[in-house]
């Protein structure tokens, strides 16, 4: 099997670690796949971390192949190669109960971690959902609770089996987590940060959120199907790859299937056009999705792929010039648009604390300036806030 790894210059070091398996010998473990977590049949709590009795042959017959996505995985017999292409950074994935590998000179690996992992971290929905999707909720000793809207990750934090990062902080000259209302240590319900983790997921380096810091840029791709494929990065760390493969593909199916069917009622019906709000700031007012196209055809925000899949004809707000704050100038600009999207109409930072006060925000001060828009006159305006992520939560 010949592999390359790509060092964080970019130089890539061709066919390093190159292995040849001579016939098609595999150690039993692996016969079946990848060696995974064993989790008890009724709780689903994780009884033994996967561990291989032989390091003779493949360790991982199930592999992922990343489309477009700016991450790379590079497989060799007993390790694997994760590499986050938008920050620069390896990750060298051992097979647990193998030998550590001997990795090259100028070869610069941020972090060695034994796989599959049981024990994480994860500070947003960014990464529990892909957790989750994969079966290996019960993983999560910590969370960023803020962050998540999981009822089965709220569960685990009612009983305690998964505790809210938000109240600890790691200090680094102790290299422990402590309370973060400055007591000394850890209280009682917060001992299972006492153990070192496997690894803390986050999206941006965060030092506050731990050692073994692992990140995640899926966030800022430009597309959906690419946000998909750094569920592939997330399960390479629980040797995973065979379920969030089939994950991926069945949701790709789903996406095709639903735009076909949208075009074919494009066709029989004509095409409605869309516009899209992305939330209003207190100063600035509003901020628009950017659907304008790059040269390689990419929206600038994501969410307007999902309106043109729906065979809407997604209205480019840049070319709006007027007031930001001036919803009637608005409404009067995007008069001939069908549907209004709106992604955000939480008013907390606006001081908006009730829900009437918000409601009344946005059906007065906002929507009820634009009634020239045909979205207002057919009552096709929609709020999709809180149902972009998997797992209930927002996933900016």
């Not at 934090?157 to 422990?176: C, E, I, K, P, W």
């Not at 001939?336 to 925000?361: E, H, N, Q």
């Amino acid at each position: 099997i010949k592999l390359s790894l790509m060092a964080p210059s970019g130089t890539q070091y061709a066919m390093l670690f190159a292995r040849t398996v001579i016939g098609l010998t595999l150690v039993a473990a692996c016969l079946g796949g990848n060696i995974l977590n064993t989790l008890d049949t009724v709780s689903g709590i994780v009884t033994s971390a996967g561990t291989a009795q032989s390091c003779s042959g493949d360790m991982f017959p199930d592999k992922a192949v990343v489309n477009g996505a700016q991450f790379s995985i590079t497989y060799n017999m007993t390790f694997k190669v994760v590499t986050n292409l938008m920050v620069n950074e390896n990750y060298v994935l051992v097979q647990r109960g193998c030998p550590l590998p001997t990795l090259p000179a100028g070869f610069s690996a941020k972090l060695v971690i034994q796989v599959p992992v049981s024990r994480v971290a994860v500070m947003s929905s960014t990464d529990s959902k892909w957790i989750e999707v994969i079966g290996e909720r019960n993983t999560i000793i910590g969370m960023g609770g803020i962050y998540t809207t999981s009822p089965c990750l709220n569960k685990r934090f009612a009983s305690g089996l998964t505790v809210d990062m938000s109240q600890v902080s790691y200090n680094r000259t102790l290299s422990q987590y402590v309370m973060s209302s400055g007591a000394s240590g850890l209280t009682s319900s917060y001992s299972a940060l006492s153990t070192p983790l496997d690894a803390v997921f986050v999206s941006y380096v965060d030092p506050s959120a731990g050692a073994n810091l692992v990140v995640d840029s899926g966030t800022y791709e430009k597309t959906y199907q690419r946000v998909a494929e750094w569920g592939k990065f997330i399960a390479a760390f629980y040797n995973k790859e065979a379920s969030i493969n089939a994950f991926i593909s069945d949701s790709k199916s789903r996406w095709d299937c639903a735009s076909k069917r949208a075009a074919a009622a494009v066709a029989a019906s004509g095409q409605l056009k869309a516009v899209g709000i992305s939330y209003i700031d207190a100063k600035k007012g509003m901020l628009f999705f950017d659907c304008s196209k790059d040269s390689n055809g990419n929206y600038g925000n994501k969410f307007c792929g999902v309106l043109d899949a729906a065979g809407l004809q997604v209205m480019d707000t840049s070319g709006y010039k007027g007031n930001l704050t001036d919803y009637t100038q608005f409404g009067n600009w995007a008069a001939d648009a069908d549907i209004l999207i709106i992604g955000d109409m939480y008013c907390d930072y606006k001081g908006f604390y009730t829900p009437t006060a918000c409601d009344s925000f946005w059906k007065d001060t906002v929507i009820g300036k634009m009634s020239a828009m045909k979205a207002f006159k057919n009552q096709k305006i929609y709020d999709v806030g809180r149902t972009l992520d998997p797992s209930g939560g927002t996933d900016y």
